[in-house]
């Protein structure tokens, strides 16, 4: 597969609803087994302010006597593809309750997604506060889109609502159903899967079918606005989020407002990882919360970042995608939640692994550890800057230009071409278990990218958080769309791809307001949006800087027209012809945030 971020955001979120489904969500709690089965009662039906039941599996403590919290679950994904946490934290102490959205498994109304969990989940919360095996306490648990879930609920403030612990909560018009406003094949996948009643696993896990279906809309170079149809399933929730390309009041009406960060005022842990494919949404909450909310409640918001992927936000693994990490990175997070609940809603003890606010994890040979920090910006106390050079070319892997510390005098650029008709790169495309540690996208470019290495390192370096690439570019064409691939290549020879960002052109300035590029000037554009990393890079590495504009059938193709994007076909395909800058007047550089 190509190591673009939009490709692995895609993986990584159907490789979670995948373990979800298969029943990865095993309890880490070795003992549990021996603890005694919990009460269910089954299709219990709450009711919503519109007249619509959500049905619910309660479970709660075997013997239970006293009224003590509850945790809910409200997912899209049918409440039984989370049984085992409700067993496990059952057995725990607390009650807990999986419901279906609306619309889906056995809850009544129409599932529109997004759109109604924030009002429903209100309303969730203060129906089981008042049932008489709950003490008034009410919390949620959950990731991706049940992290969504808890943020939604929250910005409603029901007054029971005691704490939440998003993982890998996707934000939507950030990380979902677009990725800095450029769509993909996924969204149509995801919708199927949670299209009716029924579960769809099957489906939506079947990848050959919708690889194809994908490769069919690459190759008929076919509208994307057509593809709900090429995929068997036209959809009108497809349509409609097309309809909203960039973030609006749409999607701005599903997440808390600065007005409701400042309103926060309960604890929060927020939990992501290095190659989760919704750390864009994780963090745009927990940045908003630090911009906007007030100083007491940012004091007891909480964020763990791990070397994990979307599913290991909650159940953590030691290899992920070719890279493997030390027995430290796997939490036992029913544990670390159980814990939080304890001591956010049973005046138990502070969990001990939460030394101080954010918690990451460095990894790299010799490294593997977690660390501490009281603000994300405290974690590196250096900028080191690194300036493009080249000779006049940067094509290839052995023919590349340079990442150096100094600027060069004299003007010099480099140049690559986006063909959008050519369907070469699709053919390349392989699925690889080691996808972070390929180097199938860079060996062949088709003509399509530049490449820069730096000097070896001299001592091993700890490089933590996002990078900030500033590129001088000029193109014949008004948009195009831009990709940022960055890699740590071992002394050895073996590649780790370390972070990536994306950019539509027209979108360079503001992601809300287009600006069409004027063909031949060449202007500034800023990479702000890399994922989050911490890594030790090797005495003897070097870094990698893949630039090149997507071609693949799992994003959606810019004929590079200046069009509407998701109306474009062959018809209006212009070939891009990209030069990159690099001089005294037009400093392209990378910033890296090292810590000493």
């Known amino acids: 597969m190509r190591s673009n971020r939009i490709v692995h955001r895609m993986v990584l979120v159907a490789a979670f609803c995948l373990s979800v489904l298969a029943g990865a ?3 880490q709690d070795g003992g549990a087994a021996a603890l005694p089965v919990p009460n269910m009662r089954w299709g219990v039906k709450i009711p919503m302010r519109d007249g619509v039941t959500l049905n619910a599996t309660v479970f709660l403590p075997k013997g239970q006597k006293d009224p003590v919290p509850v945790i809910f679950t409200l ?3 049918i409440g039984d593809s989370y049984m085992d946490r409700a067993m496990y934290f059952a057995q725990h102490g607390y009650v807990y309750a999986l419901i279906d959205v609306r619309g889906r498994g056995n809850s009544g109304g129409a599932f529109e997604p997004f759109v109604n969990e924030g009002k429903d989940g209100y309303d969730v919360v203060e129906w089981l506060a008042k049932q008489p095996f709950c003490n008034g306490k009410v919390t949620m648990w959950g990731g991706s889109y049940a992290g969504f879930d808890q943020w939604t609920t929250l910005k409603e403030f029901p007054p029971h609502l005691a704490t939440i612990v998003p993982a890998a909560a996707a934000h939507p018009g950030v990380d979902f159903p677009f990725e800095h406003n450029i769509f993909g094949p996924y969204i149509e996948q995801w919708l199927s899967f949670t299209s009716g009643a029924t579960s769809n696993a099957n489906l939506f896990g079947n990848s050959a079918f919708w690889g194809a279906k994908a490769r069919e809309y690459y190759d008929t170079h076919a509208a ?41 005022q309960f604890p929060i842990l927020t939990i992501t990882g290095h190659y989760d494919g919704d750390q864009a949404g994780a963090f745009t909450y927990y940045k908003r919360h630090m911009e906007y909310g007030s100083a007491e409640a940012k004091a007891n918001h909480y964020l763990i970042i791990g070397p994990w992927d979307h599913a290991g936000t909650r159940s953590p693994r030691r290899e992920v995608a070719g890279l493997k990490f030390g027995e430290a990175s796997v939490l036992d997070l029913n544990n670390l939640h159980t814990e939080w609940y304890d001591w956010t809603m049973k005046n138990g003890k502070k969990p001990e692994f939460l030394k101080k606010r954010i918690a990451y994890y ?11 920090a009281d603000s994300l910006e405290s974690i590196s106390n250096e900028k080191r800057t690194l300036y493009f050079g080249s000779n006049g070319s940067a094509e290839s892997v052995f023919q590349s230009g340079a990442l150096r510390e100094k600027s060069v005098a004299g003007a010099t650029t480099d140049k690559w071409t986006y063909d959008p008709l050519d369907i070469r790169p699709g053919d390349a495309e392989v699925d690889e278990e080691g996808g972070l540690t390929s180097q199938s996208a860079v ?15 001299a001592e091993s370096t700890e490089i933590t958080g996002f990078l900030k690439l500033t590129l001088w570019l000029a193109m014949d064409v008004p948009d195009t769309d831009l990709d940022v691939d960055v890699y740590e290549i071992l002394p050895g020879g073996g590649s780790v791809q370390l972070t990536s960002a994306s950019m539509r052109a027209r979108y360079r300035e503001s992601l809300r307001q287009e600006k069409l590029v004027s063909p031949g000037k060449t202007e500034k554009y800023v990479f702000d949006n890399f994922t ?28 590079n027209s200046g069009g509407v994007v998701t109306m474009e076909t062959a018809k209006d395909a212009k070939t891009a012809h990209i030069t990159l800058v690099h001089d005294a007047e037009h400093p392209s550089a990378l910033e890296l945030p090292v810590v000493k």
Not at 249 to 263: F, G, I, L
Not at 533 to 549: D, E, N
Request: charged share 25%; glycine share 6%; net charge neutral.
């Open 25 to 27: 969500s095993v309890a």
């Open 75 to 77: 997912t899209p994904y």
């Open 532 to 559: 989050f990393f911490s890594r030790r890079i090797a005495k003897g590495s070097r870094l990698r800087v893949f630039v090149h504009c997507p071609n693949t059938p799992n994003v959606e193709k810019n004929y």
């Open 443 to 457: 060996m062949n470019t088709y003509g399509n990218g530049a490449i820069y290495h730096s000097e070896p390192f």
């Open 224 to 264: 994307f606005r057509e593809y709900d149809r090429i995929a068997g399933n036209p959809n009108a929730v497809f349509q409609k989020w097309l309809d909203h390309p960039v973030p609006d009041a749409y999607y701005d009406a599903m997440v808390p407002t600065p007005e409701e960060y400042k309103r926060i």
């Open 362 to 372: 460095v990894v790299g040979e010799g490294a593997e550890n977690w660390k501490y």
